[in-house]
Each structure stands twice: as structure tokens, then as C-alpha cells.
């Protein structure tokens, strides 16, 4: 069964710090770009960071730029967001999702879109 499974959620005040993971199982992680997305309490699900099939290049949000920082450990068959400084506007459900990416584009497609797994998600909160 493909399965991606968010874990490092929790409760956290602010300028605290997190790190996400979203692991693989059924599948491996090294054909795919992946990308971070989060959807606040009434508001539209927002790609936060991706990171191409290679790891080679990354994308943040302009909103968590310079805080976040994505990764991937494939021989680990999972992808991290290390999450610092966080504000009260970074509560959020946080999703992790993968999108096929042939060798050629390797170095090249970090996408928010055409996604084809995704994980349940797990709940961050930026309280004090």
C-alpha cells in the first residue's frame, strides 16, 4: 500500500522551532519531487516548499522564506521541513506530497501541482 505519513506535529510558541517529517512507504521517494503544502483554519491549502527529484533545488513560500528549510534523505525514504522562528500565521494542517518526475527533469521540476500522493497530514500550532 503507497502510503505517506506526516509526523512532528504539535503545540509550540512562537520563535520556537519544529522539524516535520513525511515518510514513504510502499514506494520509494527517489523518482519523485516532493513538496510541503498547509491549510489554515478556513483558508485555501498553500504550497509552503518543494525540493526537485534530485534535491539539487528547492522553493520556498515568500511567507516562510529564510525560516524553513526542506530536505530529503532518500535512503531513509523520507523528506523533512525544519521549521524555525515560527509565527502564530504558520498554525496550520501541514501535508506532504510527491509528484512523479522522469530522470531527465531531475534537476529541474519542484512542483505545487499535478501532485500524485499525499499524506493525511499533521497539525501544527504556534500558540503562547
Known amino acids: 500500500q503507497l502510503q505517506l505519513v506526516e509526523s512532528g506535529g504539535g503545540l509550540v510558541q512562537p520563535g520556537g522551532s519544529l522539524r516535520l517529517s513525511c515518510a514513504a512507504s510502499g514506494f520509494t521517494l527517489d523518482s519523485y519531487a516532493i513538496g510541503w503544502f498547509r491549510q489554515a483554519p478556513g483558508k485555501e491549502r498553500e504550497g509552503v516548499s518543494c525540493?526537485?527529484?534530485?534535491?539539487?533545488?528547492?522553493n520556498y513560500a515568500d511567507s516562510v522564506k529564510g525560516r524553513f528549510t526542506i530536505s530529503r534523505d532518500n535512503a531513509k525514504n523520507t523528506v523533512y521541513l525544519q521549521m524555525n522562528s515560527l509565527k502564530p500565521e504558520d498554525t496550520a494542517v501541514y501535508f506532504c506530497?510527491?509528484?512523479?518526475?522522469?530522470?531527465?527533469?531531475?534537476?529541474?521540476?519542484?512542483?505545487?501541482?499535478?501532485?500524485?500522493?499525499w499524506g493525511k497530514g499533521t497539525l501544527v500550532t504556534v500558540s503562547s
Open positions: 525540493i526537485t527529484r534530485s534535491g539539487s533545488n528547492t
Open positions: 506530497a510527491v509528484r512523479g518526475v522522469a530522470a531527465y527533469l531531475r534537476n529541474v521540476v519542484c512542483a505545487y501541482s499535478g501532485m500524485d500522493y
